[in-house]
């Protein structure tokens, strides 16, 4: 079994930042993309941005230039660093990880619990 466990959603005032957190754990031989989706209320899931093994990376267009991803390869995890943040940023932020258990399987896509992003003053 893989868990995807995220933190550091929370309030924010609007041109704030946060710092989310998403750390995967189980049965695990490679993970080949990480990333972060987030859905707002009415809306659909979109993806935010994602980070390849290799650390290539990629952005949705509304949050280039404020928004940095990156991973930790050693700890499983992935960081999302949001500065400049807006009110439409506020949403549920899913981690999401694309993940093979061992050299013979495929990959199969994991979410995690999500956790709310709420830019208010």
């Known amino acids: 079994q893989v868990h995807l466990v995220e933190s550091g959603g929370g309030l924010v005032q609007p041109g704030g930042s946060l710092r989310l957190s998403c750390a995967a754990s189980?049965?695990?031989?490679?993970?080949?993309?990480m990333g972060w989706y987030r859905q707002a209320p009415g809306k659909q899931r979109e993806l935010v941005a994602s980070?390849?093994?290799?650390?290539?990376?990629n952005y949705a267009d509304s949050v280039k230039g404020r928004f940095t991803i990156s991973r930790d390869n050693a700890k499983n995890t992935v960081y999302l660093q949001m500065s400049s943040l807006k009110p439409e940023d506020t949403a549920v932020y899913y981690c999401?990880?694309?993940?093979?258990?061992?050299?013979?399987?495929?990959?199969?896509?994991?979410w995690g619990q999500g956790t709310q992003v709420t830019v208010s003053s």
């Open positions: 189980g049965s695990i031989f490679n993970i080949v993309v």
């Open positions: 980070i390849s093994t290799g650390t290539s990376t």
């Open positions: 999401h990880a694309l993940i093979r258990r061992d050299s013979y399987s495929p990959t199969f896509q994991y």
